[in-house]
DNA sequence: GAGTCGTGGGC
DNA sequence: TGCCCAAGACT
């Protein structure tokens, strides 16, 4: 590694944090509490900001404490969960609050084995609590970091298809050794692989660090890997799930089997896609009645 | 490690 | 219009 690299990681540290503090946004969940931010990142995993902050508010409101939302029974958070789009994050939300109920006294906990362990946060969601909920030092890789450093660092497109142990290797070396500097860079570089180095039509004109930019210098080349190829969607069992699913949480008297499996015109896919959302229990039968 | 898992909006 | 993408986790 050239010995001037470590030079142009702090220069582009400090030209992100500087460039966040004059244009961060005002999310709530910001000024929120290790609750709120435990909320948003479950909410936020696959789904757009714009989305969340309706659903964020009204969760927040309704159980502004992980005992609140430990209380009730899984159904009313899928319920709650409304369109957000996969609903499990609901379910292990809720079981997320029932286990810092009763293993952590109703507190999240800060540190990031703890967190781990909590049910639906993996190594991105652990290291974000951490880092925005309490200040600590964690690597934080999501989608819009990992794509900020694959462009400056080596002047590609878009980073592999999923995050590789490469990567989370050169996070760790773009850290600040001290906690609050390490947060401050987090949120920093997270927010502007969001808003300026975005996937489709950068806004590199905006960006603080384009002269330091190693995609921009070799002239934007083309991502040429592996392609990244999208979700199939029409005709899938996720699409008949998301249609059963829907007409039970419209339904909150609860939907005859048969009326749910009409909803879908391939009978042996309604089938399996119920039998699917029974066994994960996003979906329950009581006398004869599917609920959520 | 590749597959699975929802939903809506922008281009 | 269809495709791509959005603060991933889990198996």
């Known amino acids: 590694m050239p010995k001037d690299d470590a030079l142009d990681r702090e220069l582009v540290r400090q030209r992100v944090v500087e460039w966040f503090s004059r244009h961060r946004r005002d999310l709530p969940w910001r ?34 404490e992980p005992d609140d939302l ?54 991105y ?6 880092s925005f909920a309490f200040g600590g030092r964690a690597v934080v890789l999501d989608t819009n970091i990992r794509r900020l450093l694959v462009r400056v660092e080596h002047g590609r497109e878009f980073p592999p298809v999923s995050a590789t142990a490469q990567e ?34 950068p806004r590199c004109g905006d960006c603080p660090v384009a ?3 190693a ?20 005709g899938t069992d996720r699409q008949c799930r998301g249609v059963i699913l829907d007409l039970v949480r419209q339904n909150p008297d609860g939907v005859r089997v048969e009326l749910a499996l009409d909803a879908w015109a391939d009978r042996e896919q309604a089938e399996r896609s119920l039998a699917g959302l029974l066994t994960d229990e996003l979906v329950r039968e009581r006398e004869g009645l599917l609920v959520l």
């Not at 000024?31 to 659903?55: I, K």
């Not at 969601?125 to 951490?130: F, K, L, S």
Request: proline share 9%.
């Open 31 to 64: 000024r929120s509490t290790p609750w709120g931010v435990v909320v948003s990142e479950f909410m936020l995993q696959q789904t757009p900001v714009s989305r969340v902050l309706g659903p964020w508010q009204e969760w927040m409101d309704r159980w502004p």
């Open 70 to 123: 430990a209380a009730e029974e899984p159904g009313a958070a899928v319920a709650a969960w409304g369109r957000l789009g996969y609903p499990r994050r609901a379910q292990r939300l809720h079981r997320a609050a029932r286990t810092i109920s009763e293993l952590h006294d109703g507190q999240v906990p800060r540190e990031l084995d703890q967190l781990r362990a909590l049910p639906g946060v993996g190594q």
């Open 125 to 130: 969601t652990a290291a974000a609590i951490h």
């Open 168 to 201: 989370w290797r050169e996070a760790e070396a773009w850290l600040p050794e001290a906690p609050a500097e390490a947060a401050a860079w987090a949120a920093a570089s997270m927010e502007l692989g969001a808003l300026v180095c975005t996937a489709r039509s």
């Open 211 to 213: 002269e330091l930019c």
């Open 215 to 234: 995609w921009r210098a070799a002239g934007y080349p083309r991502h040429d890997g592996p392609p990244r190829k999208g979700q199939a969607w029409h």
